[in-house]
C-alpha cells in the first residue's frame, strides 16, 4: 500500500513536499515514481527513482525545479517541488514497479490514492 501526503494549495513560486510511505511492499531493487494527472487526461511520468541504484529521473517540464528522493528507514519517496507554476496543478500520484524505471503509468502496479496539489 501506498500513501502520498504534503499536497496543498500554493502561490506559484512557491514549494511542496510530497511524501509517499509504503506499507507492506519491499522494493529493494525495483522502481518508484510520482506522476500527475490532469482533470480528463491520463496520468503522466513527473520523477522516476530506481532504488537500486539510486537515480533519479525527470520529466522536462519539472526538471530543475522537482527533487525525488527517499528515506528507507522510513520507507517514505518524497518529492520535493520548487518554483511551482500554474501548470503543475493536478493531482499527484506515487507508484511502485518490479522492475526498472518507466515513464508509462500502466507498467506501474502498485499506486497511492493521490494527493491535490493546486498552484495559483
Known amino acids: 500500500q501506498l500513501v502520498e501526503s504534503g499536497g496543498g494549495s500554493v502561490q506559484a513560486g512557491g514549494s511542496l513536499r510530497l511524501s509517499c510511505v509504503t506499507f507492506?511492499?519491499?522494493?529493494?531493487?525495483?522502481?518508484m515514481g510520482w506522476f500527475r494527472q490532469y482533470p480528463g487526461k491520463a496520468r503522466e511520468g513527473v520523477a522516476l527513482f530506481n532504488v537500486g541504484g539510486g537515480y533519479s529521473y525527470y520529466a522536462d517540464s519539472v526538471e530543475g525545479r522537482f527533487t525525488v528522493s527517499r528515506d528507507a528507514s522510513k520507507n517514505t519517496l518524497y518529492l520535493q517541488m520548487d518554483t511551482l507554476k500554474p501548470e503543475d496543478t493536478a493531482m499527484y500520484h506515487c507508484?511502485?514497479?518490479?522492475?526498472?524505471?518507466?515513464?508509462?503509468?500502466?507498467?506501474?502496479?502498485?499506486w497511492g490514492q493521490g494527493t491535490q496539489v493546486t498552484v495559483s
Open positions: 507508484a511502485a514497479r518490479d522492475g526498472n524505471c518507466n515513464w508509462l503509468a500502466g507498467k506501474y502496479g502498485y
Open positions: 507492506g511492499y519491499t522494493y529493494s531493487t525495483n522502481s
